[in-house]
């Protein structure tokens, strides 16, 4: 195996044992007790199929265990407002470096926080027009919305002002003791529903019709006044205050399902007449450079914006439109230049937001630093990933470690070193297949090695459209009334470059129509305590099957019910809080994690309890259930690839491509005539994409249609038909820049997918 790191921005360092981060017996999750050394200020990029070990390698144990290290320097109560990191199960981890971890979470459900504010680039523009703007109104705060000075105050910085409809919130003709409240936190008996119904304002006997305009009043509007209930100090609040507060400030993205649904139905968001949604006073609206005020900069598109502030010229600002403008410039860069820093964050899709956060470290003087990302890729045209590969490139000569997880080639080429994990995923995986350089991967015989330069072909023959799926005069986001038929019966992809509006055209045109079904990367509402095996209804034929070999009921196999083990409450931890030091979760004493109670774990399906059972993966499961209808819903997981997944994993440890192709099995058994996938590669090996691109084609060979928005040019190469938006982002998109079949496009087609994908299949 090769071990010298190729394509290094400088002649490899004398090797000497603190160059390298010495992995010794890492044992996390399903790491098999591997030792490796990775080189430090050099690229590494880690490769292998879903599941195979690579995020537990990176995150679970290099960056846990960096973390951890640097949290244990703080004070107890410091750390007591930090998460709590265990240590990972590794012998040893030595020369490590602070570890920044640059992933794809949303970046904070806070209607108050935007691009701007989150890259600092508004911080900069406010400095600038508190030097520069006239007429002059004061300090940099006096641009915030965030802060008193500069917030309109009509809407308190938040651009936008609600009105509830009252009558999805009370029903006048009911008295507060039969229930009257129909928003959701507030049914009889609750706390909430408790300090209204007896705080002395309102009789809850009497209907809400009969009440004085006072009552009413103080029922509904009285602003927050302390007072005892019941022998204890509490604050009352009217009903809609109530409301506003504990709802309706939270961002709408970060909502339960349910609640998302009470506040769609009663409430009414519009831009707030004072301010005309720009966030800020009068005073500060009325301050301008070159005849813009801040609130129509932010507006701009980034690149317009880059533009205009090149063009200040005055030297008491200078440095800081330097920076302003590389910041700009590398937003630009990195594929963003359509957004605007007025764009709140929690709008961002998951590779957005990560390249947001990925600016503000290049802009950092912090340098021998471990950066970890997570599929940078993600979200990004093959025109953008060059752009995304010159900037990992730029964190690493600036003296950084960069640590990659990624499975698109383009960016394995540019790698120093490479780690490829496996061979297979869970169990069969956790191993080092490979370490070394790019050429030696190729030359290595792993299955990585042998898919680098695999290529889909385009198809000899296309399937023909059974009818069309017309859309008319589409103008959400940045489309520019467009018109275009969608092929049924076929698999159609949609692409272009980032903000070409390619989500814009599919999610505001197709959901909600009648046998349409939306199958995308959203978070799956579901507690710590929700798995593949609920999730997918599987615990049923597996209770029931336990439950007919023993001769017991059902309902001693379910760890949410009668079978809990009591002391855990079936979820296996016992969560402690330990006051002024972070909260711990240790495994269960009585069940050492099992989740059920002693009893249930002596009867046996097959020589296996059911805690050995939802231990299997999705693979094991199949070879353990082989028939009836646990081995329907296992051969759909398998389908989808996630045959390596854990049946009793936590659904809050997928990722959004594996919480993608979860719902997909869910749905196939659905009849659907319009599947509508997002991204359904985003997280899989290049050897498994073969298998989604076969899945597509017998859903649409069982008489489907499917409508996938992807970059992969395996998927584009491997289409029916091609809807291309372009020819640019944001305003320089929202156009059909082709419609036709993907040889058509390979062979006429002038834009950037045409070329990306002309290079592709004639490689």
């Known amino acids: 195996m090769g071990s010298q790191p190729g394509n290094s921005p400088t002649p490899a360092h004398a090797a000497d044992g603190h160059d390298v981060i010495e992995v010794r017996g890492a044992r996390e999750n399903n ?45 107890a109560f410091v750390q007591s407002f930090m998460p709590s990191l265990g240590r990972p199960d590794v012998d040893a981890l030595r020369n490590l470096s602070a570890a920044i971890v640059v992933d794809q979470e949303r970046m904070g459900a806070n ?85 209204l119904a007896h705080a002395g304002f309102v009789d809850p006997d009497v209907k809400l019709k009969d009440y004085t305009p006072q009552q009413w009043e103080d029922f509904l509007h009285k602003p927050a006044t302390k007072m005892k209930l019941g022998g204890i100090n509490t604050t ?77 010229s005055d030297p008491s600002v200078a440095p800081l439109v330097a920076t302003l403008s590389g910041t700009l410039d590398s937003l630009v860069g990195i594929g963003l230049g359509y957004l605007s820093l007025d764009r709140e964050s929690a709008t961002l899709s998951g590779g957005e937001a990560q390249r947001v956060k990925m600016v503000r470290h290049l802009g950092s003087s912090l340098t021998d630093v471990t950066y970890v990302f ?13 752009r995304m590969n010159n900037l990992l490139l730029d964190l690493r000569d600036k003296g950084n470690t960069v640590l990659v997880v990624e499975h698109k080639p383009e960016t394995i080429e540019i790698a120093d070193h490479v780690v490829d994990l496996g061979p297979g995923a869970g169990s069969n995986g956790g191993k080092v ?112 099957a336990f439950a007919k070999a023993n001769g017991v009921k059902a309902a001693l196999f379910s760890a949410n019910s009668e079978g809990a083990c009591p002391n855990c409450k079936g979820i296996g931890l016992v969560y402690t809080d330990l006051a002024m030091m972070a909260g711990v979760a240790s495994v269960c004493e009585q069940c050492e994690g099992k989740r059920f109670t002693p009893e249930v774990l002596t009867h046996k399906l097959r020589g296996r309890d059911i805690s050995e059972v939802l231990a299997m993966s999705v693979g094991e499961a199949r070879d ?15 389908d989808v690839g996630l045959g390596y997944l854990g049946l009793g994993q936590p659904l809050t440890t997928l990722s959004g491509g594996e919480r993608q192709r979860l ?5 196939m058994a659905e009849k659907a005539a319009v599947y509508v996938l997002d991204e359904p590669t985003t997280g899989l090996h290049l050897a498994d994409v073969d298998q989604l691109l076969a899945l597509m084609d017998r859903l649409v060979d069982d008489g489907n249609t499917v409508i996938v928005i992807e970059h992969h040019q395996a998927v584009m190469a491997h289409a029916d038909w091609i809807i291309d938006l372009g020819p640019g982002a944001g305003h320089d998109g929202g156009q059909v820049v082709f419609t036709g079949t993907p040889a058509d496009l390979v062979a006429h087609g002038d834009s950037l997918t045409a070329r990306h994908l002309r290079a592709y299949v004639n490689a």
């Open 31 to 75: 790491l098999a007790d591997i030792s490796l050394d990775i080189p430090k200020r050099r690229l590494t990029v880690f490769t292998g199929v879903s599941g195979s070990g690579k995020s537990s390698l990176v995150f679970g144990t290099i960056a846990a265990e960096s973390q951890r290290l640097i949290n244990e320097t703080y004070t």
């Open 111 to 195: 209607s108050r926080s935007t691009v701007g504010t989150a890259t600092d680039a508004h911080t900069m523009l406010r400095i600038i027009f508190s030097r520069l703007g006239t007429p002059h109104v004061g300090t940099s705060t006096a641009f915030s919305f965030n802060s008193a000075e500069g917030m309109c105050p009509d809407c308190e910085g938040l651009g936008r002002v609600s009105t509830v409809d009252l009558a999805q919130v009370v029903d006048t003709e009911l008295s507060l003791n039969e229930g009257a409240i129909t928003a959701p936190g507030f049914a009889v008996g609750s706390w909430y529903w408790q300090y």
């Open 236 to 312: 009352y609040e009217g009903l809609l205050v109530k409301i506003e507060r504990i709802y309706l400030a939270k961002d709408r993205e970060s909502m339960q399902p349910g609640l998302r649904a009470f506040v769609d139905r009663a409430v009414t968001f519009k831009k707030c007449p004072a301010c005309g949604g720009a966030r800020l006073n009068a005073a500060a609206l009325s301050c301008l450079i070159d005849g813009r005020n801040i609130a129509e900069c932010s507006a701009m598109q980034i690149s317009d914006l880059a533009e205009f502030v090149r063009k200040i």
């Open 374 to 386: 997570d599929e940078p890729t993600v979200g990004l045209h093959p025109h953008d990933i060059q």
């Open 433 to 544: 297949c490979y370490t070394g350089d790019v050429a030696g991967l190729r030359a290595s015989g792993s299955l990585t090695g042998r898919h680098l330069d695999h290529r889909a072909r385009l198809r000899e023959t296309v399937r023909q459209a059974g009818g069309w799926f017309p859309i008319r005069g589409a103008t959400r986001n940045n489309l520019k009334d467009v018109s275009v038929d969608i092929p049924l019966g076929v698999l159609t992809v949609v692409t272009g470059v980032a903000g070409s509006g390619k989500s814009s055209l599919i999610h505001g045109s197709l959901p909600g129509r009648d046998g349409v079904v939306v199958v995308d990367q959203s978070a799956i509402r579901g507690s710590r305590r929700s798995n593949p095996a609920t999730y997918t209804g599987l615990l049923d034929p597996i209770r029931t």
């Open 624 to 638: 353990f259930f082989t028939g009836g209808q646990a081995r329907v819903i296992l051969d759909r997981l398998s």
């Open 663 to 667: 719902k997909l099995a869910i749905n």
